[in-house]
Structure formats: C-alpha cells, structure tokens
C-alpha cells in the first residue's frame, strides 16, 4: 500500500448516513471523498482513482448494481456495498455484480471498518505479487509448492478439494458466493449444482477444522457463500 492515507470514495445520497461515516472516519488515516448521487460517483471514481469505494444501492439518480457493474468494467478498485437491503438475493446479486462486500443498515462502525481493512489488504495482494505462502489460524497453504498442513501435519487433499481451498485463499475475508465458487472450481455449467460446495466445503472442514461442527476457518454466509477467515 502507499504511504498516503488511503482515498475512500463515499457514495451516498443519505445526509445522516454521510454525517455518520465522516465521524467514523475522522480518526481514521482515510482520505474521505463524498458522492450524493451515481453520476457524480461515477464521475469521482474515475477522476479520483480512490482505493475503496463504499456505495449505497438506492442513489437518486440510478441504481448502486449498475454502478458497480460499471466500475467494474475498467477498474478494480474494492466495493463495500452500505445498503438497507439485506435480502440474501440482494447480497449474492451485488457481489456477483463485481462488489468485494456487503454491509447492511445500520452496521457498526466497527464492523465496517474491519471490512475495509480486509478489503484494502486484499487489492494490496492483488497488485502486488502473489505471496506464495498463507497462514491463518494454524491453516498454512503452499500455493508453490501445492502443500496444505494444519498445525504443523500435512494435510492431503483431493485436486477439487484443493483448487476449492485455493479460491478462497486467493479471496481470503471475502464473501464469495455460491455462483463464484462453483464457477471457478467445477466451470461454468456447473453454476448452480450447489451441493456440491456443501458436500466439499464439508469435506474440507473435516480435514482442516479443528471442529468441523464449529468452523472457524472455513465461515458459511447462509444463503449467500462462504468466506475464509484472514487473521
Ligand atoms: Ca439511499
């Protein structure tokens, strides 16, 4: 990351919530940029190149959806979505979308910030080069060597097993659904066979799970995917 303050692009027609967030983020090392409406996000997005972009569904003026299909097409810059809605459908929709994650209203400050934090560590990975080696919670992943252990033990798995765990490390504290998932493990025509996440994300809790009855690895987000723990 550089070393100047991250730039959040805020868009959001809600004076309170605005209000909110920049006293949120008054201690904050963030550069906070606001936007009350799509085309003036649109705008600022693409002059200001900010480094997160948090945006509301509902704008006066468009949809938040089509925003971020928008953005998406030339930049990819981390979306937390900040919305009322918080159908599992609108959730699995706005990341599908291109979104990196989902906050309904109202959220804690904390909460929010945690997600951004993860948010913008990940699109540090992204740019840089890809770290050959993850840790998290005695979970260890050798993506150059293609080795998995747990607590020091070696752990074998199948070769779906492993492109499945894979994904999600390459995603690692984001959402990803069950579309995404299936998509990238099992390819395109496979979008919506989605026992077989439950079946493998089963699977793979049973051998890097400390108690498969009680993940902390390996989260599920009910109705909309799974997302592996980062820290
Ligand atoms: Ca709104």
Redesign the pocket.
Known sequence: MSVAAPTILLI???PEMRRFLRAAFGTQEYQLIEAPTAREGLAQAAARNPDLILL????PDGDGLDLTRQIREWSRTPIIIISARGQERDKVTALDAGADDYLTKPFGVDELLARMRVALRHAARVGAADEPVFETGGLRVDLARREVSRDGVTVHLTPNEYKLLVTLVRHAGKVLTHRHLLREVWGANAITQTHYLRVYITQLRHKLEADPTQPRLLLTEPGVGYRLRSE
């Open positions: 959001e027609d809600e509301d569904l509902g704008l």
